[in-house]
């Protein structure tokens, strides 16, 4: 089993920026590739990032890309998503999820968090 938990959620002006995290604990986190997904009300989880086990291979939505950033640090057992460039459609609950592969199918994924609530203003 892995636990993962999300931080790092809250209330941001369009144009700011925020940093998630989610740290893993129960198996060895390096065994795993890492999503990030996120759900608005009344809308289907859509994809967001993922990165791959080492951390060299990377994927982005194409609604993110160039703003978002995914990034690991396995001896910490975490990965982290930098957004920049915040827009209010960005308004969603993240989740974090940890699998096998670095797809972008959230059925893919083995395990997930909570998921911490990111809320843009304009």
């Known amino acids: 089993q892995v636990q993962l938990v999300e931080s790092g959620g809250g209330l941001v002006q369009a144009g700011g920026s925020l940093r998630l995290s989610c740290t893993a604990s129960g198996r060895t986190f390096s065994d795993f590739a890492m999503g990030w997904f996120r759900q608005a009300p009344g809308k289907e989880r859509e994809f967001v990032a993922a990165i791959s086990w080492s951390g060299g291979s990377t994927y982005y939505a194409d609604s993110v890309k160039g703003r978002f950033t995914i990034s690991r640090d396995n001896t910490e057992s975490t990965v982290y998503l930098q957004m920049n460039s915040l827009k209010p459609e960005d308004t969603a609950v993240y989740y974090c999820?940890?699998?096998?592969?670095?797809?972008?199918?959230?059925?893919?994924?083995?395990?997930r968090g909570q998921g911490t609530q990111v809320t843009v203003s304009s």
């Open positions: 999820a940890a699998g096998r592969v670095a797809v972008r199918n959230p059925l893919a994924y083995d395990y």
